[in-house]
């Protein structure tokens, strides 16, 4: 099993250019079910969760062709299987956003229950809800939801709770339901807004998306298009959190800084100096790192997937911060691990407690998942020593090519087997 070792201690500093989102490519690379005509779609970022986004799609019968410019065209003209087995929902809980798609235009779906996963319960009730309400019907065998549906038809669905897949999974249900639906309570997520504009650049007709209020006029069918994937504001507020720690001077290039408000507005708080521009943000520091106080919630609040990176940047500022979790019920296990490093965490509930410590040291610590991976780098970063960090499977499901990045940066990290 592969590993990272890093030598902690080294500032980072320098340029680095930011890859298309992962939970944008996802659902975008799902709307190619929508049409038979081809789409293209650029910035396709080289993860493991793409790789096997392409072999679900691959096993339905989509055609794919990969360039080596990070493009994709799909052809959905033969799907000859319309369905998410097991051994891929498992490793990847996103591949339920074939459901919508496969109802829309097949008529038909067969997707495997996700069941728990390591952050939490995560159910689909608000996906199946939707998709009733737009006239299938839902089935259960063996641990499998069968979806079957003449043509979806449009009503007004009003989501029990923000969700941003189950959003993704009716709006694209509904691009080719017959009439109007109404999504309110959806979520706002900027991929949301890119697979909106996927969507319409396929001939949907969708009004809101970036609101809490999307509208989408049924058409009778979508056809090709080309989409570029926009960039991933995660992996970009994961280098800027790295960048802070280490007390570095970094430029992330090629990102969207309009979508990371709350994380820039928390890393001023930290006390580092940020200037962006259209498509660029720096960062140096300025005076002594400070913890800070957050809490997680739908965008455009903090988002949940910089919880546990911001945990790592607390764990060596100077105070105590409060990290309030919101979204997921079991998002701390990075905790036990930061702990092995010298960190001072209590968590009680969905509540974090960091106190900041003058120097973590080096060890061997496990990845428990894709971002709790992240914070475990980050902190490896800082400390005194080598850390080793187990699994890190996790961390290549998410994070194109992390290692040769931070190297870049002047980070001392290696991969070994
Ligand atoms: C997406 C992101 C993930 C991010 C999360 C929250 C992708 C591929 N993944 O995941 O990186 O951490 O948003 O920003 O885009 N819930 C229900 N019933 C449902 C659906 C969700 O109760 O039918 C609950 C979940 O258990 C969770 C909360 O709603 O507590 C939010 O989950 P959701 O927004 O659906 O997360 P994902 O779309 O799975």
Redesign the pocket.
């Known amino acids: 099993m592969e590993k990272l070792a890093i030598d902690g201690g080294a500032p980072l500093n320098g340029e680095v250019a930011i890859s298309g989102a992962?939970?944008a490519a996802?659902?975008i690379l799902c709307a190619g079910l929508l049409t038979a005509e081809a789409l293209h779609i650029g910035n396709v970022p080289h993860l493991r969760?793409v790789t096997t986004m392409l072999s679900l799609l691959g096993q339905m019968g989509m055609s794919i062709s990969v360039n080596e410019k990070l493009g994709v065209e799909l052809r959905a003209a033969n799907i000859h299987h319309p369905e998410a087995p097991y051994e891929m929902v498992k490793t990847m809980?996103?591949s339920?956003?074939v459901l919508g798609p496969l109802a829309a235009r097949f008529g038909e779906a067969r997707v495997s229950l996700p069941g728990g996963c390591a952050?939490?319960?995560?159910?689909?009730?608000?996906?199946?809800?939707g998709l009733q309400a737009m006239g299938a019907t839902i089935t259960m065998d063996h641990g499998y939801m069968i979806v079957r549906a003449p043509r979806l038809k449009g009503v007004r669905i009003c989501m029990?709770?923000?969700?941003?897949?189950?959003?993704?999974n009716l709006m694209m249900a509904a691009t080719l339901a017959e009439g109007e639906t109404v999504i309110e309570n959806a979520?706002r997520?900027p991929?949301i807004t890119d697979l909106a504009a996927c969507l319409t650049a396929m001939g949907a007709n969708i009004q809101g998306a970036g609101s809490d209020k999307i509208t989408i006029q049924g058409v009778a069918k979508l056809h090709g298009a080309h989409h570029r994937v926009m960039p991933d504001r995660?992996e970009t507020g994961t280098f800027l959190v790295a960048a802070a720690v280490t007390r570095g001077n970094v430029r992330v290039t090629g990102a969207r800084p309009t979508t990371l408000d709350a994380v820039l507005d928390k890393l001023r708080e930290a006390g580092v100096k940020i200037e962006s521009g259209d498509d660029w943000i720096s960062i140096a520091p300025n005076g002594k790192l400070q913890s800070v106080n957050l809490r997680t919630a739908?965008?455009p609040a903090f988002?949940?997937?910089m919880q546990a990176q911001f945990v790592a940047l607390n764990s060596v500022a100077d105070g105590t911060g409060v990290v309030n979790e919101t979204?997921?019920?079991n998002r701390f296990m990075h905790v036990q691990e930061l702990r092995r490093l010298g960190a001072d965490i209590e968590v009680e509930g969905n509540t974090a407690i960091v106190k900041g410590v003058p120097h973590l040291d080096g060890a061997t610590v496990m990845a428990t998942d894709?971002?709790a991976s992240a914070s475990l780098v980050i902190a490896g970063l800082v400390a005194r020593g080598t850390t080793i960090v187990d699994r890190i499977y996790h961390l290549d499901r998410?994070y194109e090519a992390i290692e040769e990045k931070l190297s870049r940066l002047g980070a001392r990290i290696r991969r070994v087997s």
């Open positions: 992962k939970n996802l659902p969760d809980r996103a339920v956003l952050i939490g319960l995560r159910p689909v009730d608000q996906h199946l809800k029990d709770l923000v969700t941003v897949t189950g959003t993704e979520a997520e991929e995660i739908p965008y988002p949940t997937d979204i997921f019920e894709l971002r998410g």
